[in-house]
């Protein structure tokens, strides 16, 4: 029995080895060799180029020479003209070393990406900046509402805002002071909706939001904090 | 992703406004922007070779020459552009850091002149994209090595002695280098002498001689000429004692002597006729004399004294033990394998020589290692393919790590060669001084501090370092508060985090956009180390006055030598140590604030000595 078994074996790793080595040419798989070729580099060959320098302007409130230069820096990171969510969690967490910024981040490019695509393009981003920067009072407002309503229906449910608002505290990261407590984001999401929800309808619409905001002044005056950012 | 970060600050600080209506409190003031916004093209001209770019793109990295405002020191008022004395084709690969925030090493390049360049124009090397890093190491170790190998060719006794040493020291040089006296090379020359023929005695005395007469049996000459023997032994062993004791009493370091190698051999070569000496004529111990005596042909050993390629296949057996410790181990596995299924092939047959896998050990060696005696061979069929198959996987097996001992031996050689030509030539070495740092604050800093504080207004909480959050946690419990003033001037601000979080590449990245490293950056990788044991004691005393820095994570310019130096050293590798990393850079930062910038760190440079 001894015997039988091990010359079966020693029969069987015979032919596994011949297929192996002739597997090596290519001869017993025709198939996989038109693949095997290609698959090696996936080449990526989704590039997209904005639309030309004057429809931009007219878009956007930027003068000329701040669009290239906006460009020039937005080339030089992402050569194929897109940014995909992954690299823009990548890009904006460089600047919350402490905590985590990718939800926010996932916010954020949800709120920047118009057209739902899944990235970035030029035009959104320098849309959006445009707006954050050179933009009215009230089209600012619009855009932080856009932010926080996060399926964009129109109205602020609570859950969505306790979820923005707990992105912003895990880009505070763990080592704060005085240490975030569990509860905060909650107690910050019931403030923001005691003041903002006035009729007490569990929802804030995009007018009352603007309405409370322009009564506000600490809200209206530090909308001009950033108009020199570019 | 280094010019990247500081592309899209902007964009984060727009992005900014999202928090305005959720802001607790109000948003402080943005930092002012003095310069202009408009770009300009600089010119560049590099020993004629001119270099055109954007103002930004040198801005990126404001800790390097390039950057900062040291180059206004070259510039040319009537051309109009900025000269440089240096080569042009390096300057190319520095340009393209700036541009792409990535240096390259280029490979035909001679690695010191690359690293020459670098610091002129202030770049820290660690910043080499992993592309280039391996290659930049192995050349930059190669000429590490090469350079050590000159300093103890240099430390090496050729030159003459002071006039003052004793005559123990000049007794050790005699020793250690033959050709300073001619009484050392006499004396070199007789022990070499009684080497060899105390290892050709051994070998002879086994010789069967003509047996003497009365005696039919040949014996070994050993027997027969007992007496000779004897007293050429006697003699060989009183040389190599002598010897020994001379180098005893001459060694610096007599601890230190005893315990090398060749001492030990020395001992272990004389050790067996004086045991033979002590010992009684007895039958039973003198089984263990016979074995004592096989350690005399260590003696041979004592010739690496005076061959160099000796030393020098024992030191590459010493750096190759990796691969030859590798070697073993697959082939250990390998035998085991095939000695298992080749007993078990075998198990059948009658009157096999497979009795046991340990005995079938035997049969694997030597089928693997291609030398089949033929006292051990499979009859069946089963056991005639698993032996072909052993015999064929002996050989790639054995040749995969053959090559890499081979390159080994074969680099240490010709360094030992090169070494060895060098001594003849005259040596200059340089101590370069490393240029200090130029510590300024960059408006990119400035502006991402503001950022984030921004960010800690609106949830009105503050950044702090796992000092101070472990120091608050515990001073919680007692109930004292260390005094921290909330209102920060905008002009302190927040410093960019030292990425503690971020792996390595990207701390790396951080670190470019904000390359406020000093000149001297290579010292500061040294130099936090010296400045974590130091300084941390003063971080935890009175200083009340700057604690209040210390929940902002890090400031701007220090701390980024911090964040290129975390992957670095190994105690701080950002992937490991997670909470750990912020408190060097606060603790770095104060010591900035402890004295005027550049002197307090001038002080801790100048302690490591140059690159």
Same mark, same amino acid.
């Given at each position: 029995?001894?015997?039988?078994?091990?010359?079966?074996?020693?029969?069987?790793?015979?032919?596994?080895?011949?297929?192996?080595?002739?597997?090596?040419?290519?001869?017993?798989?025709?198939?996989?060799?038109?693949?095997?070729?290609?698959?090696?580099?996936?080449?990526?060959?989704?590039?997209?180029?904005?639309?030309?320098?004057?429809?931009?302007?007219?878009?956007?409130?930027?003068?000329?020479?701040?669009?290239?230069?906006?460009?020039?820096?937005?080339?030089?990171?992402?050569?194929?003209?897109?940014?995909?969510?992954?690299?823009?969690?990548?890009?904006?967490?460089?600047?919350?070393?402490?905590?985590?910024?990718?939800?926010?981040?996932?916010?954020?490019?949800?709120?920047?990406?118009?057209?739902?695509?899944?990235?970035?393009?030029?035009?959104?981003?320098?849309?959006?900046?445009?707006?954050?920067?050179?933009?009215?009072?009230?089209?600012?407002?619009?855009?932080?509402?856009?932010?926080?309503?996060?399926?964009?229906?129109?109205?602020?449910?609570?859950?969505?805002?306790?979820?923005?608002?707990?992105?912003?505290?895990?880009?505070?990261?763990?080592?704060?002071?005085?240490?975030?407590?569990?509860?905060?984001?909650?107690?910050?999401?019931?403030?923001?909706?005691?003041?903002?929800?006035?009729?007490?309808?569990?929802?804030?619409?995009?007018?009352?939001?603007?309405?409370?905001?322009?009564?506000?002044?600490?809200?209206? !005056?530090?909308?001009?904090?950033?108009?020199?950012?570019? | 992703?280094?010019?990247?970060?500081?592309?899209?600050?902007?964009?984060?600080?727009?992005?900014?406004?999202?928090?305005?209506?959720?802001?607790?409190?109000?948003?402080?003031?943005?930092?002012?922007?003095?310069?202009?916004?408009?770009?300009?093209?600089?010119?560049?001209?590099?020993?004629?070779?001119?270099?055109?770019?954007?103002?930004?793109?040198?801005?990126?990295?404001?800790?390097?020459?390039?950057?900062?405002?040291?180059?206004?020191?070259?510039?040319?008022?009537?051309?109009?552009?900025?000269?440089?004395?240096?080569?042009?084709?390096?300057?190319?690969?520095?340009? !393209?850091?700036?541009?792409?925030?990535?240096?390259?090493?280029?490979?035909?390049?001679?690695?010191?002149?690359?690293?020459?360049?670098?610091?002129?124009?202030?770049?820290?090397?660690?910043?080499?994209?992993?592309?280039?890093?391996?290659?930049?190491?192995?050349?930059?170790?190669?000429?590490?090595?090469?350079?050590?190998?000159?300093?103890?060719?240099?430390?090496?006794?050729?030159?003459?002695?002071?006039?003052?040493?004793?005559?123990?020291?000049?007794?050790?040089?005699?020793?250690?280098?033959?050709?300073?006296?001619?009484?050392?090379?006499?004396?070199?020359?007789?022990?070499?002498?009684?080497?060899?023929?105390?290892?050709?005695?051994?070998?002879?005395?086994?010789?069967?001689?003509?047996?003497?007469?009365?005696?039919?049996?040949?014996?070994?000459?050993?027997?027969?000429?007992?007496?000779?023997?004897?007293?050429?032994?006697?003699?060989?062993?009183?040389?190599?004692?002598?010897?020994?004791?001379?180098?005893?009493?001459?060694?610096?370091?007599?601890?230190?002597?005893?315990?090398?190698?060749?001492?030990?051999?020395?001992?272990?070569?004389?050790?067996?006729?004086?045991?033979?000496?002590?010992?009684?004529?007895?039958?039973?111990?003198?089984?263990?004399?016979?074995?004592?005596?096989?350690?005399?042909?260590?003696?041979?050993?004592?010739?690496?004294?005076?061959?160099?390629?000796?030393?020098?296949?024992?030191?590459?057996?010493?750096?190759?033990?990796?691969?030859?410790?590798?070697?073993?181990?697959?082939?250990?596995?390998?035998?085991?394998?095939?000695?298992?299924?080749?007993?078990?092939?075998?198990?059948?047959?009658?009157?096999?020589?497979?009795?046991?896998?340990?005995?079938?050990?035997?049969?694997?060696?030597?089928?693997?290692?291609?030398?089949?005696?033929?006292?051990?061979?499979?009859?069946?069929?089963?056991?005639?393919?698993?032996?072909?198959?052993?015999?064929?996987?002996?050989?790639?097996?054995?040749?995969?790590?053959?090559?890499?001992?081979?390159?080994?031996?074969?680099?240490?050689?010709?360094?030992?060669?090169?070494?060895?030509?060098?001594?003849?030539?005259?040596?200059?070495?340089?101590?370069?001084?490393?240029?200090?740092?130029?510590?300024?604050?960059?408006?990119?800093?400035?502006?991402?501090?503001?950022?984030?504080?921004?960010?800690?207004?609106?949830?009105?909480?503050?950044?702090?370092?796992?000092?101070?959050?472990?120091?608050?946690?515990?001073?919680?419990?007692?109930?004292?508060?260390?005094?921290?003033?909330?209102?920060?001037?905008?002009?302190?601000?927040?410093?960019?985090?030292?990425?503690?979080?971020?792996?390595?590449?990207?701390?790396?990245?951080?670190?470019?956009?904000?390359?406020?490293?000093?000149?001297?950056?290579?010292?500061?990788?040294?130099?936090?180390?010296?400045?974590?044991?130091?300084?941390?004691?003063?971080?935890?005393?009175?200083?009340?006055?700057?604690?209040?820095?210390?929940?902002?994570?890090?400031?701007?310019?220090?701390?980024?030598?911090?964040?290129?130096?975390?992957?670095?050293?190994?105690?701080?590798?950002?992937?490991?140590?997670?909470?750990?990393?912020?408190?060097?850079?606060?603790?770095?930062?104060?010591?900035?604030?402890?004295?005027?910038?550049?002197?307090?760190?001038?002080?801790?440079?100048?302690?490591?000595?140059?690159?």
């Amino acid at each position: 029995m001894g015997i039988q078994g091990m010359e079966l074996f020693a029969v069987g790793v015979v032919i596994i080895l011949f297929v192996a080595v002739l597997k090596q040419f290519g001869i017993l798989e025709p198939m996989s060799m038109e693949d095997s070729s290609d698959s090696d580099l996936e080449l990526s060959t989704v590039r997209h180029q904005p639309e030309g320098l004057d429809q931009l302007q007219a878009q956007t409130k930027f003068t000329k020479k701040e669009l290239q230069s906006l460009y020039r820096g937005f080339k030089n990171e992402c050569p194929s003209g897109l940014v995909d969510e992954e690299t823009f969690k990548t890009i904006y967490s460089q600047f919350f070393p402490q905590g985590d910024a990718t939800t926010y981040a996932h916010f954020l490019f949800n709120a920047f990406d118009i057209d739902r695509n899944g990235s970035i393009r030029f035009e959104d981003f320098v849309i959006g900046l445009s707006v954050l920067l050179r933009g009215t009072v009230n089209e600012k407002l619009n855009w932080a509402f856009n932010l926080y309503d996060i399926n964009k229906d129109g109205y602020i449910t609570k859950e969505e805002m306790l979820a923005i608002m707990k992105s912003i505290y895990d880009m505070m990261g763990r080592y704060t002071y005085p240490i975030v407590r569990d509860d905060a984001p909650f107690e910050h999401v019931e403030k923001f909706f005691q003041k903002m929800d006035r009729n007490r309808d569990g929802v804030v619409t995009i007018d009352e939001f603007i309405e409370t905001c322009q009564k506000d002044e600490n809200i209206m !005056n530090s909308m001009q904090l950033f108009e020199n950012v570019i | 992703m280094a010019a990247g970060v500081a592309t899209w600050l902007p964009f984060a600080r727009a992005a900014a406004v999202g928090w305005l209506p959720l802001a607790k409190k109000s948003m402080p003031k943005p930092p002012s922007d003095n310069k202009s916004r408009n770009d300009e093209i600089l010119i560049v001209n590099v020993s004629g070779q001119r270099f055109q770019t954007w103002k930004n793109t040198l801005d990126r990295y404001p800790d390097t020459l390039l950057g900062s405002s040291e180059k206004e020191f070259f510039y040319n008022e009537e051309t109009q552009e900025y000269f440089f004395d240096r080569d042009p084709e390096m300057f190319r690969h520095i340009l !393209n850091f700036y541009r792409t925030g990535k240096l390259h090493y280029p490979r035909h390049e001679c690695i010191q002149a690359f690293d020459e360049e670098l610091a002129f124009y202030g770049i820290i090397p660690e910043i080499i994209g992993d592309c280039c890093m391996e290659e930049y190491r192995d050349r930059k170790k190669e000429n590490l090595e090469r350079l050590a190998e000159d300093t103890e060719a240099e430390m090496a006794t050729d030159a003459p002695l002071p006039p003052d040493s004793t005559s123990r020291e000049r007794l050790w040089r005699a020793f250690e280098n033959p050709h300073t006296s001619t009484m050392a090379l006499v004396f070199y020359y007789v022990t070499g002498f009684f080497i060899a023929v105390s290892v050709i005695a051994n070998v002879v005395e086994t010789v069967p001689c003509r047996p003497p007469k009365g005696r039919v049996k040949d014996l070994p000459c050993g027997e027969k000429y007992s007496l000779a023997f004897f007293c050429m032994d006697t003699a060989c062993v009183m040389i190599f004692t002598f010897e020994y004791l001379m180098r005893l009493y001459a060694a610096p370091s007599r601890c230190k002597f005893m315990r090398s190698v060749m001492s030990i051999i020395d001992v272990v070569a004389i050790m067996p006729y004086y045991i033979g000496l002590v010992m009684p004529e007895n039958e039973d111990v003198s089984g263990a004399f016979v074995t004592l005596r096989v350690f005399r042909v260590f003696r041979i050993f004592k010739f690496s004294r005076h061959s160099q390629g000796l030393r020098i296949l024992g030191y590459t057996l010493k750096s190759c033990a990796s691969e030859l410790g590798f070697l073993l181990f697959s082939l250990t596995m390998a035998i085991i394998i095939f000695a298992t299924v080749m007993f078990y092939a075998e198990k059948g047959t009658k009157e096999t020589n497979f009795t046991s896998i340990p005995a079938a050990f035997w049969y694997t060696i030597v089928t693997m290692t291609t030398l089949g005696y033929g006292d051990m061979v499979p009859n069946t069929i089963a056991g005639k393919i698993f032996g072909s198959i052993c015999s064929l996987s002996g050989v790639l097996v054995i040749a995969l790590p053959v090559p890499v001992i081979v390159s080994n031996f074969s680099r240490i050689y010709h360094q030992n060669q090169r070494a060895d030509k060098r001594r003849a030539q005259q040596q200059d070495r340089h101590s370069g001084s490393q240029a200090l740092c130029v510590r300024n604050r960059s408006s990119f800093e400035q502006q991402h501090h503001h950022l984030l504080h921004c960010l800690e207004k609106t949830t009105n909480h503050e950044f702090t370092d796992e000092h101070t959050y472990s120091e608050v946690c515990m001073a919680e419990s007692v109930g004292y508060r260390t005094s921290r003033s909330t209102s920060i001037s905008s002009h302190q601000g927040l410093s960019t985090s030292c990425c503690p979080r971020r792996a390595k590449r990207r701390a790396i990245r951080l670190a470019n956009s904000t390359v406020s490293v000093s000149r001297g950056s290579v010292q500061e990788l040294d130099t936090l180390h010296i400045q974590k044991s130091s300084i941390v004691p003063q971080s935890r005393s009175s200083l009340n006055a700057r604690t209040q820095d210390l929940k902002l994570n890090c400031d701007d310019t220090d701390f980024t030598a911090a964040i290129i130096s975390i992957p670095t050293p190994p105690a701080n590798t950002p992937d490991e140590s997670l909470p750990s990393s912020p408190g060097i850079p606060s603790i770095l930062r104060n010591s900035r604030q402890l004295g005027d910038c550049s002197g307090s760190f001038t002080h801790e440079t100048v302690k490591i000595s140059s690159l």
